[in-house]
T-cell receptor, first 116, second 113 residues
Framework: EAGVVQSPRYKIIEKKQPVAFWCNPI?????LYWYLQNLGQGPELLIR????????DSQLPKDRFSAERLKGVDSTLKIQPAELGDSAVYLC??????????????FGPGTRLTVL | LAKTTQPISMDSYEGQEVNITCSHN???????ITWYQQFPSQGPRFIIQ???TKVTNEVASLFIPADRKSSTLSLPRVSLSDTAVYYC??????????????FGTGTQLKVEL
């Protein structure tokens, strides 16, 4: 079974530039999560989708971050414009069921963003 | 949301049993306890989840005392490949209750020969 796929794996950009990350969850998984992980810290939830609906986006900095999951399958997370403090690893995860906050999550390898 | 406290780091040797304890003094009635493992440059991986008493799977055991104010992840006979960060999460598995998935800083386990 294929795992969660994320691309790109690494991205280096200048500050104030836009950047986008893509995630393809495990087939059949209805819940999708985006996390941000800073060095030495645990992942922090940015947004959670159940199918195509964002059911928890309270942690997403909406002035510069946006996300979409138009057909309830793959998802894109965008930052525009990027700031130096956005340098981190962006993780995508999926889980098979909806309606459970602590369902087993399957994580992708992440995208390491460096903002110069 | 129940706050968790874990040791920052632990050291062990191959073949030993490792027990990592997580304190969660204000755990709520509907809260479950979940543990994840994370290797460098990878996303976290689910290890085990439980509510009370003892849960065992093919990789670990989770011990939860009656008062549920702490839990212990037990890794039998660790190997070098168990070197990783281990996160304890506590929260209501139901959605809609304002539950936030919080990983904390985790415990860095280092296994040596």
């Amino acid at each position: 079974e294929a795992g969660v796929v994320q691309s790109p794996r690494y991205k280096i950009i200048e500050k104030k530039q836009p950047v986008a990350f893509w995630c393809n969850p495990i087939s059949g998984h209805n819940t999708l999560y985006w996390y941000l992980q800073n060095l030495g810290q645990g992942p922090e939830l940015l947004i959670r989708y159940e199918n195509e609906e964002a059911v928890d986006d309270s942690q997403l900095p909406k002035d510069r971050f946006s996300a979409e999951r138009l057909k309830g399958v793959d998802s894109t997370l965008k930052i525009q414009p990027a700031e130096l403090g956005d340098s981190a690893v962006y993780l995508c995860a999926s889980s098979p069921r909806t309606g459970l906050a602590f369902d087993e999550q399957f994580f992708g390898p992440g995208t390491r963003l460096t903002v110069l | 949301l129940a706050k968790t406290t874990q040791p920052i780091s632990m050291d062990s040797y191959e073949g030993q049993e490792v027990n990592i304890t997580c304190s969660h003094n204000n755990i709520a009635t509907n809260d479950y306890i979940t543990w994840y493992q994370q290797f460098p440059s990878q996303g976290p991986r689910f290890i085990i989840q439980g509510y009370k008493t003892k849960v065992t799977n093919e990789v670990a055991s989770l011990f939860i005392p009656a008062d549920r104010k702490s839990s212990t992840l037990s890794l039998p006979r660790v190997s070098l490949s168990d070197t990783a960060v281990y996160y304890c999460l506590v929260g209501d598995i139901r959605t809609g209750g304002g539950n936030k998935l919080t990983f904390g800083t985790g415990t860095q386990l280092k296994v040596e020969l």
